[in-house]
Each structure stands twice: as C-alpha cells, then as structure tokens.
C-alpha cells in the first residue's frame, strides 16, 4: 500500500486524512493517508524521514509551502509562479517534484460547485501568504474586471502584485487603502480567522449582490462568514469546498485518476 500524508504546525485539525481515505474508497486506489506534525526548524529532515519509510507524496499546508518550494528538486509552471507547494510528488529515487493546486481548487468550488461567474467581477483577495500567492495566477485566468490583493503588510501585496503585472487588472494595496472600493467578491486568504479574528477592512467594501468567500473552514461559521452574512452577502462560503477540490487535484497527481467530490464535500458537511 503507498504512503500519502499531510504535513503542517498544528495539524490535529487538519481533515486532509479524511478526505483522501474517502478518495481512495472511491476509486479503490490501496493507499493510506497520515498526518505529520512538522518540526518548524527542520522541514526539511521530516520530508527526508517520510522519503526513508518509502512515503510516496505529501500535502504541505501551514507553515511549509514555501519551503517545500524551495526543497522540490523540479516545480510544475503553477508551482512556479505561485512560489508556494501544496503537494509534493515523489519521483525516481528521492526527488520530489512540487506542485500547487490550491488555485485549481478555490476556482473549481467558486465556479463549478458554488455556480459564481469569475469574468468581468471586480474581486478583491486579503492576504498575501502562501495561500493567496498559490490563488492569484488562476483567479487572473478567470478574466476578473480588477483583482486587488489588500494585506496587512502591504509592502508584500504590492510585491506580490507586481509579480503579476502581465496580467494588466491587478494591484497592490495596505487594508487602510480599500476605503472607498466595492467588489463584487471578497475572498479572505489571510490567518486571522485561525484566532477567530478579522483583518481590519472597512464597512462598506462588498457591492450588492456581493458574496463573501473565506478559504478558513471550521464546523461553525467562520468569523469573515460572518462578516459577510452581516453585510448582506448573497452567499457567505467557507473553504471545504476549495479543501476537497485542491486534494482531488493532488489526488489525481499522485495516483492519475480524478475523485468525485460532491459526495465527499457532503460527508464533511454532515460531521
Ligand atoms: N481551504 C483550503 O483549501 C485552504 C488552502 C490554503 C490555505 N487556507 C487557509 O488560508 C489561510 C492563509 O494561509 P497561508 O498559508 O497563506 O498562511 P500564511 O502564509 O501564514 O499567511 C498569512 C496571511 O494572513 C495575514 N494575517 C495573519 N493574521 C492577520 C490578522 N490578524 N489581520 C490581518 N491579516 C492577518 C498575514 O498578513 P501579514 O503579511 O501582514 O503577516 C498573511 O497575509 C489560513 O487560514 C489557511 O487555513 C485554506
């Protein structure tokens, strides 16, 4: 049986075991699936670890993707651009290939599964780690009127923005900076929620007919959920959609065959 796991700090919390157990019932793919608590100042030996007990690929989540980017021996193009691994695929010998399907993830859920139109909406991203790095390239293929990324320290959304200038719509700015600005969609990529918290925005960001999109999930409304219902959000999602849509992709990376997901997004929902 091939050996899969997930590797972040925390990680008790993580559902990535559940979902590819789920995955591989479905397919009837023999792999089994862990956690691994990563050693903050050591990464790079826990991947090495795996590799010697023969683990064939890994999830990497927070706080490691950069790193996993700059541990992969060879980067697929998104992988690349985005500056950020979420999955690292095993190869011949110990060399690992990186790749990031956060991006394809968060798009298949807003479009494909939640029915929202990317092309010609004003959207606006908070954050600038290694989640939003991973999202901006194929938010920007979906053709978005403007995409603004706002962070709390806005010298890395303007770096960030500016990685991305060929793109044409996009821009960089600090929190204080949205006054003023309404969008058709706000995705919350920052970790404030992970303390239950919000970054500062103002009032009156989101247009009417707006929806709100928090790539955090938990099994109570998220606090940027919340933000949304209380300012009229048409919809008010949480991330276990873009979850399961990023390791179907992993999925289909390390075994080469793509798992359904409705039915998996389901069974998160109802434990
Ligand atoms: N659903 C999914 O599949 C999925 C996938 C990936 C990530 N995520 C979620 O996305 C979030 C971000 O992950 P990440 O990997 O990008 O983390 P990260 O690299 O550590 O980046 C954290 C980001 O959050 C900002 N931030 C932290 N606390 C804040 C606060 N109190 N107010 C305003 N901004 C704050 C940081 O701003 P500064 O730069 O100013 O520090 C930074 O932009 C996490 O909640 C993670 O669980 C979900």
């Known amino acids: 049986m091939d050996s899969y796991a997930v590797i972040g700090n925390p990680i008790?919390?993580?559902?990535?075991?559940e979902i590819h157990a789920a995955f591989a019932r479905q397919t009837g793919e023999p792999i089994e699936y862990g956690r691994i608590l990563g050693n903050p100042d050591d990464f790079a030996?826990?991947?090495?670890?795996?590799?010697?007990?023969?683990?064939q690929g890994l999830n990497v989540t927070v706080p490691f993707k950069e790193q996993a980017w700059r541990l992969a021996?060879?980067?697929?193009?998104?992988?690349?651009?985005?500056?950020?691994?979420?999955?690292?695929?095993?190869?011949?010998?110990?060399?690992?290939?990186g790749d990031n399907t956060d991006?394809?993830?968060?798009?298949?859920?807003?479009?494909?599964?939640?029915?929202?139109?990317?092309?010609?909406?004003?959207?606006?991203?908070?954050?600038?780690?290694?989640?939003?790095?991973?999202v901006a390239r194929?938010?920007?293929?979906?053709?978005p009127r403007r995409l603004i990324i706002a962070n709390r320290t806005a010298a890395k959304a303007y770096s960030l923005a500016a990685g991305l200038a060929n793109y044409g719509q996009v821009a960089g700015c600090g929190l204080a900076e949205l006054a003023g600005m309404q969008f058709d969609?706000?995705?919350?990529?920052?970790?404030?929620?992970?303390?239950?918290?919000?970054?500062?925005?103002?009032?009156?960001?989101?247009?009417?007919?707006?929806?709100?999109y928090d790539m955090l999930y938990a099994r109570e409304a998220t606090a940027f959920q919340r933000w949304g219902r209380a300012h009229r959000a048409a919809r008010s999602l949480d991330g276990l959609g873009m979850l399961v849509e990023q390791a179907a992709e992993?999925?289909?990376?390390?075994?080469?065959?793509?798992?359904?997901?409705?039915?998996?997004?389901?069974?998160?929902?109802?434990?």
Not at 45 to 55: I, Q
Not at 73 to 94: C, F, K, M, Q
Not at 138 to 143: C, N
């Open 185 to 212: 969609l706000i995705i919350n990529g920052t970790a404030a929620g992970l303390q239950g918290r919000l970054p500062e925005i103002p009032d009156d960001l989101l247009a009417k007919g707006g929806w709100c």
């Open 73 to 97: 021996d060879e980067l697929s193009p998104r992988a690349h651009g985005a500056g950020a691994v979420n999955t690292l695929i095993r190869l011949d010998g110990n060399r690992l290939r």
């Open 138 to 143: 194929p938010l920007l293929e979906a053709s």
């Open 250 to 271: 992993s999925f289909r990376l390390w075994r080469g065959v793509l798992p359904e997901t409705a039915e998996v997004i389901a069974m998160l929902r109802q434990q």
């Open 103 to 134: 991006g394809v993830g968060l798009v298949r859920d807003l479009t494909v599964n939640q029915g929202f139109r990317l092309a010609g909406k004003r959207v606006l991203i908070l954050g600038a780690g290694g989640a939003v790095r991973g």
């Open 45 to 55: 030996g826990d991947v090495r670890a795996f590799l010697a007990r023969d683990g």
């Open 12 to 17: 008790e919390h993580s559902r990535s075991p």
